[in-house]
């Protein structure tokens, strides 16, 4: 199966975690080049946007779409439970990190790496310090009232969606170099920290902070 997009993207990177927790090969390829996304690609996504799956003839956008997908095809283990009230938990999580902390994440990551990076464009700075500083803090207060231990996973006891959906918008901050309060969210940064700290995670970390290591083409 093919997954195209750059796990740069923590949607894509949410799916990438999720088939490595699963054991499910993904082979990820780009969209294409900037400003010119590939007939594969604009088939599977007619959105363009990424993440989009190819399975031989079938094709399906969205990452949310995807990982239900995946997890009806590939039951075992099982990363959506079948409970009623963890289940309703599960895609909480998932919708509070695509949704609420994703929106907040895209202005800092958009302005600060796309844009000038990618775009060669400059980035609104006063954007990306307002989501940093004014937007951020209050997201996290409510994670700091309902995340584990570290070491501990969201539902159910074991790894499940919820955690990848949170963990997975927490990359790009540590990306961009944002600051910590510990004294306010250490629990928070502890439990993260666990769950990045995972293989499905920190193979694909080690990638990206190295390209964005260097200088740009």
């Not at 997954?3 to 927790?21: D, I, N, Q, T, W």
């Not at 969205?62 to 009230?85: G, T, V």
Request: aromatic share 10%; proline share 8%; hydrophobic share 40%.
């Amino acid at each position: 199966m093919i997954l195209y997009g750059s796990s740069l993207s923590p949607f894509v990177r949410k799916v990438l975690a999720y088939a490595g927790e699963k054991g499910i090969e993904l082979e990820l390829q780009p969209t294409g080049k900037p400003g010119q996304p590939s007939e594969e690609f604009l088939e599977a996504s007619p959105l363009r946007k990424m993440p989009a799956l190819r399975d031989e003839r079938y094709t399906l956008a969205d990452s949310s779409a995807i990982i239900q997908y995946l997890e009806a095809r590939f039951p075992e283990p099982p990363l959506i439970p079948a409970d009623p009230q963890m289940r309703g938990r599960v895609i909480w999580f998932e919708e509070y990190g695509d949704t609420i902390i994703a929106s907040c994440g895209a202005k800092m990551f958009y302005n600060r790496v796309v844009l000038p990076r990618f775009l060669g464009r400059p980035g609104d700075e006063q954007a990306a310090r307002t989501a940093e500083c004014d937007e951020l803090p209050p997201m996290l207060d409510y994670l700091e009232t309902v995340v584990p231990e570290a070491g501990e996973f969201l539902v159910g006891g074991r790894i499940t969606l919820a955690d990848i959906a949170i963990a997975t918008q927490f990359v790009n901050f540590e990306h961009l170099g944002c600051a910590r309060d510990r004294a306010r969210h250490g629990r928070v940064y502890a439990y993260v920290d666990s769950i990045l700290a995972r293989p499905s995670f920190a193979s694909w970390i080690e990638r990206e902070s190295a390209f964005l290591a260097k200088e740009p083409a």
